[in-house]
């Protein structure tokens, strides 16, 4: 069994970044899933052992805060590890620095151990062999409920494409802020970046359906709540902080 850390290391490729030649933040949450997955399957609680025990670790929040992006063709790295277990879900830390140890990015997530059939929260010790909890953490940071404003200034639409769809058949974590930060007004994105993203999953989306962003912006801070616009139901609602380019 995998003990500690895991450690993984990743070159940035052009079409990874966007055209200010930063990483972008769908292939920046894609990178921090690709290592989660990766280390849950060294550790025997991975996408193997789940699918033989009809479980699915489904994503419940997500908090990322970016120091510095990574840019194109540099080389990063990247240490993740379980940092809490909690009776029906877990949270999982990361780091990515750059080849000089500096820090770049620090991330939490939590996540809730489901049965595929009836959806409901399973308990953790219950269904899974032991592992290794590091008590310590990326970011000091306690997930709370997001508080949205009543009133939006933008709506947008999106329809979700087939490619959105990953091996859960439902929608993956990483279209979700990928919604929320195109929501915006382009001329604030071309001159802005995410510098912190906070994001509570809500209810799974599928193909075909259509998804309602409303968005609202003060200054630097922008609060989102995504709902599924054929039935009213809510998704998702995230926070982002932005910092000038």
Not at 64 to 86: D, F, G, L, M, Y
Not at 115 to 129: D, F, G, M, W, Y
Request: proline share 3%; net charge negative.
């Amino acid at each position: 069994m995998a003990i500690g850390k895991f450690h993984k290391e990743y070159l940035i490729r052009s079409y990874e970044c966007d055209k200010h030649e930063n990483l972008r933040l769908l292939t920046l949450l894609n990178i921090l899933q690709d290592a989660a997955d990766t280390h849950a399957d060294a550790l025997g609680v991975g996408y193997e052992f789940c699918c033989a025990h009809q479980l699915a670790w489904v994503a419940a929040n997500y908090h990322v805060k970016v120091i510095r992006a990574p840019k194109i063709h540099e080389h990063i790295h990247i240490n993740t590890w379980p940092s809490e277990e909690r009776k029906l879900g877990a949270i999982r830390d990361y780091e990515i620095r750059d080849d000089k140890g500096e820090l770049l990015v620090q991330a939490s997530t939590q996540w809730v151990l489901i049965n595929v059939e009836s959806k409901r929260p399973q308990a953790i010790r219950a269904n899974l062999p032991a592992y290794t909890v590091l008590d310590e953490k990326a970011d000091p940071f306690e997930f709370t409920k997001l508080i949205m404003p009543e009133n939006f200034q933008l709506q947008k639409q999106f329809a979700v494409r087939f490619d959105d769809i990953d091996v859960n058949n439902h929608v993956n974590n990483a279209v979700y802020p990928l919604w929320i930060s195109e929501s915006l007004e382009t001329t604030f994105r071309d001159t802005h970046a995410i510098a912190e993203i906070e994001i509570a999953f809500k209810k799974e989306t599928f193909a075909g359906e259509t998804v309602m962003v409303s968005s609202v912006l003060d200054g630097l801070v922008s609060h989102h709540l995504v709902t599924c616009s054929d039935d009213g139901r809510e998704l998702a609602r995230a926070i982002v902080r932005w910092t000038g380019i």
